[in-house]
Structures are given as structure tokens and as C-alpha cells.
């Protein structure tokens, strides 16, 4: 593996001590005194204000993020805990008022009309929170930040004893890949009895999320938290309506086929019902698939399959190991999920994961990999705040690296049978990740138009939504009060609220991405890194475009690419 080249070149400060650290609000509150005071008249003044502006962000942002790893990485970690929530408690509230003033200062300077095109978003950006901001919601934000923490705590400590081996949850998804439909049946209730035990916690968490979600909107002025968070998450290019037009479409398009691919499942394992352990296993009763050994292999692979598609992206995870900058394997009080980080000041991004050397570990790696070259491809850009692209853009340069590396995943299965079995496996999966999305996302819609909601109606809620996204194709007969609370497993709903509609919109993005690779791969990769250098200094359409496809979510749009992935599929 070479992690010899040098890929970012951290530009050194000019406005704050090379030395100084966060440690405490009174080392930070000068700089923003400073720059709220200081004379702005002429066009460069203007913009080296901004430069430092944007210096002191950087530098504020990458330290939470840091902190917030640890956090993660060992949730047991009593001291990484007092340190994020004193950041939550002591230096978040703060910085808000401040960045109030100076966004007020911005917005009243004449100077920013001579401002380039990429400053466009970041204008209206700073009017939109104008309009949000009020004072009122600084000690509530401040506590629901604590309280979304509260999330990982509960669900990192979720764990099983099967055969007295104590797995953590990733490690228990192993065994619904086993071949015995018993040893399936046994660890599914094992894992969501053990779930099951805090679902009267995580119901209380959520309800008091749903309360302070929704006075949070009110106090800005809004009917809800939805709407709310359309403006917060500067949603300048679609709407709630578009979101439900989505819903409709995957419904019209998506669907049909994943009933016919659950018949196939049904058919192939010789059943009369699926039941939720039969959806993972291979339909022809074959082994899981052991992609890799260690983390160490698992790394060297993904850095192999990359080199093949650009050595540049190759370079990026070497890079990255080089640091230390991965945290993959599973382990017990680490928090679940998957993330990458992104460092605004440093530049080198992080990436998290609980991998168990199975075949869904592959996808995570190859979808946060893809995050973290966006990371690498947008560091140029000079000002950090304009690299915060929306995550529709975020999760088009991760879902379209899946599929494109997927044309090297011999890296990982170099057996031609293995091979189409997880290109065959992850097409599939692809098509289920879109109802899920619009399930989730209208689950959302009405939890937060509804918020006076119960946690009865919300379970019934979910499971009638589950009716019309599962299309009937899995047996539930008996698990219902399983599947009443599914919801919970969910981290977004808990931790990024409404973070949810962009993998779906990212996801027909990176399919239309990915047959534009079969047409001309070397073409498709460069309109790929083009549209991912240009970080969030274009409208979401004109990312799309210069990628070199659609920001479209119509049925007959949804239908035109589903139809694509069929064929693929009936390739392998």
C-alpha cells in the first residue's frame, strides 16, 4: 500500500495562533470580538474579514468533530463524554449570538455584491438563518444536543451472548447470513429481545426529542419542526411536496420489482413465507461471503479496488490508515453505525465503522470511502464553510463510488462466483435502500406535522407505512411488537433529524452515474470529480449537471433507472 504522497497541505492560519487550542469559551470569544469590531471598507478588507471568519469556524468545528469521535469510539469514555457536552453546554450557546452579529454584519454590507458566484449559496445561506435565529432557541438546541448523544449511549451498550460468544450487534448480523434457518431464527430474537428491552427508553427519548423539535420551530416562527428544518438544512431546491412526490414514485416504480425479486428469494429457499431472518441469507443456501480477514487486509483490498478506478482515490484511504484516520473493526461500547468526518481545518477525513468481515462491510467502506474523497476533492476550495455541501451532493459521491467500484470488486472475491453473488446481493440491496428512504422520510413528514402524536399512534404510525413499503413481501405474523418499534434501530431519527430523503434522491443520482460509467468510465469518473470539486459553490442542479445527470425524482425518471438496475441484474 503507498501512503507516501502528500494529498492536502494544511494551510497554515493567519488569524489565530498556530498554537492556540478550544479549550474554554474565554479563549475563543476574543476572536469573535475582534472580528465583529473590526473596520470593513474597502473590497479586500471585506474578504480577508471573511477568510478569518471563516479561519475561526474551522478551527471551532474540527475540535467538536473530534470530540464527538471519541465519543464515539468508546462510549464508556466518561471523560470524552464531559468534554463534548461542555462544548454542547459551555462554548456552542455562545458561539451562536456571535455568529448572529457577524451574519447581520454580513448581510448589511454592501460589499458582498461584488462577491463571486461562489459565495451564492453562502449568501443565502447566511439570510435564511437570519431568519431563523432567535434567542430563545440557544439553551433549547443546547439540549438537544445532549439529548441525541443520549441515543448512542443507549443503543451502544445493545449486545447478545449466542453460544457463549458475546457479539456485538454488527457481529450478530453475521449469523442471518448462516445457512441454518435456526441459527437465524435464534439470533434474530436474541438481538431484537435485547433491543426490545430498551424500547420503552428510547419511546420516552423520542417523545421528548418531538416536543423540543417542535418548540424549537415554534419559537422561530413555524407551524412545525418540518418546515423548520427545510429552511434550517437550506433546502433551496426542493420542497415537502417534491419529498412526497419521491414517496409516490417509489412506490409506483420500485415495489413491483422488489416483490418480484422476493418471490425469487421465496422460490429459490423452497418456502412458503419469508420471514425477517430469510432476507439476508444467500437464496441458493450457500455460505456467507468472507470478503476479508483482518482490518489490515480489508484496508489493502479497498485501496487495491480504488487504485483500479483512479489511483487518486486509492491514495486517499492509504492516506487516511497512514494517519490513523480509520476506526473499522466492531467492538464492545463502541457506538453503532458508520460515518465519515470531514476535517475542515486539517483536511484528512475520518472514517468510522463496526466492521465483522462480512460481506456488508464491503458497501459501508466503499460508500464512506467515497465520502472521504469528496473530503480530499473539495479541501481546495479556500473557505471551509464552502465546502459544506448538502447532503444530497454528500451522498451522491458515496453511493456513486459503490456502484463504480463495484466493477473492481474482485479485489474482495477474486472466486467468479462470489463475485456476482455480492454485485448480485448489492444491486438488490440498492433498490431496497429506496423504500426504506421514502418510508423513513414520510415517517418523519408525519411525526413532526403531528406532534402532539402519541407513542401508540406512532408505532401504528410505522407499521402502516411498513405495509405499503413492504409490499407484503416478509411474514411479520408474531413479531409484531418487534416491528412496531422499528423506528428505533434508526440513528437519524434520533441523532440528524430529516437527514433521510437525500440517500434516496443520491441514490437514482448515483444509478444514472453509474450507467453513464458503463457507457464511458473514464468520462463518468471525471464528471464525478468535477462535480465533487466544486463543494457547495453551485445549486444542487448544477452539481447534478456537471456530474453530468439528472436532479429528477419524477415516477417516470424513478421507473427509467429501476429498469437499468433490472437489466444489470438479470446479467448476473
Excluded at 431496497?432 to 402532539?452: C, R, S
Aim: charged letters at 25%; hydrophobic letters at 35%.
Amino acid at each position: 500500500m503507498d501512503s507516501s504522497a502528500t494529498l492536502i497541505t494544511q494551510s497554515e492560519r493567519s488569524f489565530m495562533p498556530s498554537s492556540f487550542q478550544v479549550e474554554e469559551w474565554d479563549g475563543i470569544v476574543s476572536f469573535y470580538i475582534e472580528l465583529n469590531d473590526r473596520p470593513i471598507e474597502t473590497q479586500e478588507q471585506f474578504e480577508q474579514w471573511l477568510k478569518d471568519w471563516d479561519e475561526l469556524y474551522a478551527v471551532v468545528s474540527e475540535d467538536m468533530r473530534l470530540k464527538y469521535i471519541k465519543t464515539s469510539i468508546d462510549t464508556t469514555d466518561e471523560t470524552a463524554k464531559k468534554e463534548l457536552e461542555s462544548y454542547y453546554i459551555n462554548i456552542s450557546p455562545k458561539i451562536k449570538p456571535w455568529e448572529n452579529k457577524l451574519q447581520k454584519r454580513f448581510e448589511a454590507s454592501p460589499l458582498k455584491e461584488s462577491l463571486s458566484e461562489d459565495f451564492k449559496n453562502l449568501k443565502r445561506g447566511i439570510e435564511k438563518d437570519l431568519a431563523l435565529f432567535t434567542e430563545k432557541n440557544i439553551e433549547l438546541s443546547r439540549d438537544l444536543s445532549l439529548m441525541e448523544n443520549k441515543y448512542a449511549e443507549i443503543t451502544g451498550a445493545w449486545s447478545i451472548n449466542y453460544e457463549g460468544k458475546d457479539l456485538t450487534m454488527p457481529q450478530a448480523s453475521i449469523y442471518f447470513k448462516k445457512v441454518d434457518r435456526q441459527v437465524r431464527k435464534d439470533v434474530y430474537f436474541l438481538a431484537r429481545e435485547r433491543e426490545n428491552k430498551d424500547a420503552e427508553a428510547l419511546d420516552d427519548l423520542m417523545d421528548q426529542l418531538v416536543s423540543k423539535r417542535h418548540q424549537l420551530a415554534l419559537n422561530a416562527g413555524y407551524e412545525n419542526y418540518r418546515d423548520y428544518m427545510f429552511d434550517e438544512k437550506h433546502r433551496f431546491d426542493y420542497s415537502p411536496e417534491d419529498c412526497q412526490a419521491f414517496h409516490q414514485s417509489v412506490a409506483t416504480a420500485i415495489i413491483p420489482l422488489l416483490r418480484k425479486i422476493g418471490e425469487q428469494r421465496k422460490a429459490s429457499l423452497g418456502l412458503d413465507a419469508l420471514r425477517p431472518w430469510d432476507m439476508v441469507v444467500d437464496p441458493l443456501q450457500q455460505a456467507p461471503l468472507k470478503p476479508f480477514s483482518t482490518t489490515e487486509d480489508f484496508v489493502n483490498k479497498t485501496v487495491h479496488c480504488f487504485n483500479k478506478l483512479d489511483p487518486y482515490f486509492g491514495a486517499c484511504i492509504a492516506d487516511m490508515y497512514a494517519k490513523g484516520n480509520l476506526d473499522l473493526e466492531s467492538r464492545k461500547g463502541k457506538a453503532p453505525g458508520g460515518y465519515m468526518m470531514a476535517m475542515p481545518e486539517s483536511g484528512v477525513p475520518f472514517i468510522f465503522m463496526n466492521h465483522a468481515s462480512s460481506e456488508g462491510d464491503v458497501r459501508v467502506m466503499v460508500h464512506e470511502g467515497g465520502h472521504a474523497i469528496h473530503s480530499f476533492l473539495d479541501y481546495s476550495i479556500p473557505f471551509a464553510n464552502m465546502r459544506n455541501t448538502p447532503s444530497e451532493v454528500a451522498e451522491l459521491a458515496s453511493m456513486s463510488m459503490e456502484l463504480f467500484s463495484l466493477e473492481n470488486w474482485e479485489s474482495y472475491y477474486p472466486n467468479e462466483g462470489d463475485l456476482k453473488r455480492a454485485k448480485r446481493n448489492h444491486l438488490e440491496g440498492l433498490l431496497k435502500i429506496l423504500p426504506g428512504v421514502a418510508k423513513g422520510d414520510a415517517f418523519q413528514h408525519w411525526m413532526y406535522t403531528n406532534p402532539e402524536h402519541t407513542r401508540t399512534e406512532r408505532r401504528a404510525k410505522w407499521m402502516e407505512l411498513n405495509k405499503i413499503y413492504g409490499a407484503g413481501i416478509i411474514d411479520n405474523t408474531g413479531l409484531e411488537k418487534f416491528q412496531e418499534v422499528g423506528y428505533q434501530g434508526i440513528l437519524h431519527f434520533y441523532q440528524v433529524p430529516f437527514y433521510y430523503i437525500e440517500y434516496g434522491f443520491a441514490q437514482l443520482g448515483a444509478i444514472a452515474m453509474w450507467r453513464n460509467f458503463k457507457s464511458n468510465n473514464q468520462k463518468a469518473i471525471q464528471a464525478y470529480k468535477n462535480a465533487l470539486s466544486l463543494g457547495y459553490t453551485r445549486s444542487i442542479p448544477e452539481i447534478y449537471q456537471t456530474a453530468d445527470i439528472q436532479f429528477d425524482f419524477s415516477a417516470e425518471y424513478v421507473s427509467d433507472l429501476a429498469n437499468f438496475v433490472q437489466r444489470e441484474l438479470d446479467k448476473l
